[in-house]
């Protein structure tokens, strides 16, 4: 059984500035630009047309690599992933986050986080695909499209600052 004093006693000691040095590369890229280009993430809605189609090639190849390395099944991705916006929204967060997540100069810490962050977005993914119902109907259903209508009184409202309190 330890006491106080022998807890107080208790010293490891370092090895010059190593303690140091080995920290700073740990959580080196954490605090610097990273050094290899991995890439531009597009808004969909500002891309190209030649970026859309490369971007949907890419997401395409990776998103059956995906399926694949991680046995996902059609009630979380199902087959027609690609015509849904909200699950290829999410499957590209996906991808551009696995690919961030081996950058050159990551200490090992990047595909940590992918994973823990992981079981989050395949649970989105879930609820994405539950909600278009495609599974159920072991084929596509075209998801309807919401526009949010113009109000006139949206115009007069925005104008003023809607703040409580004085």
Known sequence: MSTQADDADFEVGRVADLDDDLTAELFRS???????????????????????EAAWQSLYEWVRWFVGAYQLTTSVVPDCWWRHSEIVAELYSLQ????????????????????ERLPHAVERLRTHTRTAGCVGLQ???????RVVPLDVDFETWKSGTHQTGG
Do not use: C, Y
């Open 30 to 52: 954490s605090f610097q630009p990273s050094l290899r280009n991995i890439g531009v993430t597009h808004r969909w809605r500002d891309m190209s047309s030649q970026q859309a």
């Open 96 to 115: 551009r986050a696995e690919l961030a997540s081996f950058t050159s100069d990551d200490s090992g810490f990047g595909p940590l986080a992918f994973h």
């Open 139 to 145: 084929s596509h259903k075209e998801p309807l499209l």
